[in-house]
């Protein structure tokens, strides 16, 4: 396991069934979590680590590209959260901080990964940009084609 300290701070809201983590990144803070994802990608690790500021974070992925959900168990007492990424997630994820790093802007102002919990409910985490790229309304037209 990759063990890498993050000085970020976690949002967390309790919907009941529903829960959210949300937290906010910078470019710099973009290219950490980018590099630790990579590992998980590759297999180069089974594991990763994040300790943020009020919440540590245990990740690992699914390899099965054929299973299309993410799991994960919060300790909300602990302010631990275990995950199982897909896949699909996990690129999704990558790919995104990659272009903010690159462009040092998001595309978008944020990106939802969404899991199912083990009270059968609904964990989002959302990652959110510091500096993001904002749309005209024409713009958008476009992009939906």
Known sequence: MKKKEIPIIVDFKDFGQQKALKFNV???IAKEFCMMFF???ENLVKKIELKLKNYIFFV???????????FCV?????????GTLSA???????????KYFRDEIGEAEHIDV???????GEVTLT?????YREFSSAEIID???
């Open 26 to 28: 910078n470019s710099i």
């Open 39 to 41: 590992l998980l990608k």
């Open 60 to 70: 690992e992925t699914e390899q099965d590209i054929d299973i299309k959900e993410s």
């Open 74 to 82: 919060i300790d909300q007492n602990e302010k631990v959260f275990k």
């Open 88 to 98: 699909n997630s996990l690129d999704f994820v990558i790919h995104f901080l990659l």
């Open 114 to 120: 969404d899991f199912k919990n083990q009270n059968g």
């Open 127 to 131: 990652i959110k940009c510091d500096i």
């Open 143 to 145: 992009l939906l084609g």
